[in-house]
């Protein structure tokens, strides 16, 4: 009974590691997101409008947060090969 558990446990425990990094992503999207968008909010918000997305309401730390939560679960892996 006590293995099975360890397992579940580990699956739990991986499972809330995923989801906090997430989140980790999410808030660093966001301030990244606010920061730029201090500077850059025309910029960036009319050249989405121009592609022909709607706008309306889109802050530019909403786009970061949700590219934040994207990036949280790409991470790139290198290989080195030995010749």
């Known amino acids: 009974m006590s ?7 580990g ?3 991986v499972a809330a590691l995923i989801l906090f990094l997430g989140l980790v ?3 660093g999207g966001i301030v990244s997101g ?3 968008g201090l500077f850059f ?4 918000i009319g ?3 121009r592609t022909g ?6 802050e530019v730390w909403h786009l970061g ?3 934040g939560f994207i990036g949280a679960f790409f991470k790139s892996v290198q290989t080195n090969t030995a010749k």
């Not at 909010?41 to 960036?44: E, F, S, Y």
């Not at 997305?53 to 889109?58: E, F, N, P």
């Open 34 to 36: 606010w920061i730029v």
């Open 53 to 58: 997305l709607d706008t309306a309401g889109l």
């Open 65 to 67: 947060g949700t590219l």
């Open 47 to 49: 050249t989405i409008g």
């Open 41 to 44: 909010t025309d910029l960036i």
């Open 11 to 13: 699956v739990v425990g």
């Open 25 to 27: 992503g999410v808030l």
């Open 3 to 9: 293995d099975i558990l360890k397992v579940i446990g």
